[in-house]
């Protein structure tokens, strides 16, 4: 029996409505936010984000030849700011030096072998790999985070034990390829996790509180 995945949707934006996410001016702003959000609330993310371009920093060749100490300091508020230098500088140096920082080329390569690039980056995990190729360059790759993880099990649609690449195909089987309906489908479901679907759950009144087993 297929999911009702699609039915999900239609009840989050029902209820959400679009969600334009991701926020950003462009691909390499939103691949930096994608490293820059690891473990971060995105208010912190965009303090940083705006610090990198106060200090016209946010461009890859420049980020490329910063020391990481520099970057660190710029992206400071959005926390763990060494770790983050570390990945950013090591996701920038693929960007720039395999691919001579040019996004169309990303774009033009095929998918799967793209994604198996940017895991082979240290510090780049399947969730930031699948939000850069989705996000960043409008591939279809579904986005899967703690939000998604937590409605499928208490909706009883994927165990507790389900992993990251077993639901991300879940969502991908039962929905069309299309890169904006990921995108929307992903958002909707961060905006329900974080008001409802807590680790409190608040199902009274969820939009989702309906197709509760």
Not at 112 to 124: A, W
Request: charged share 25%; hydrophobic share 40%.
């Amino acid at each position: 029996m297929p999911l009702p995945l699609r039915d999900y949707f239609k009840d989050l934006l029902a209820h959400y409505g679009p969600q334009h996410w991701w926020p950003g001016e462009s691909p390499f702003e939103v691949m930096v936010g994608a490293v820059l959000t690891q473990g971060a609330a995105w208010s912190n993310v965009e303090k940083a984000i705006r610090n990198l371009k106060a200090y016209d920093l946010l461009d890859p060749g420049r980020i490329h030849e910063l020391d990481e100490d520099t970057l660190a300091l710029a992206i400071k508020p959005a926390g763990y700011f060494r770790v983050k230098a570390r990945r950013l500088k090591n996701l920038v140096a693929w960007f720039v030096v395999r691919h001579g920082a040019d996004v169309e080329k990303l774009r033009a390569l095929r998918p799967d072998l793209l994604r198996e690039e940017l895991l082979e980056v240290k510090g780049v995990g399947p969730e930031t790999a699948d939000s850069i190729l989705l996000y960043a360059l409008g591939i279809p790759s579904f986005v899967v985070d703690t939000y998604t993880h937590r409605v499928m099990t208490r909706h009883g649609l994927a165990g507790e034990d389900t992993g990251y690449d077993d639901l991300k195909e879940t969502f991908e089987r039962a929905l069309p390829r299309d890169a904006a309906l990921y995108n929307e489908f992903h958002a909707l479901i961060v905006a329900v996790g974080k008001e409802f679907c807590r680790p409190t759950a608040r199902c009274e009144t969820c939009p989702l509180r309906a197709r509760l087993p």
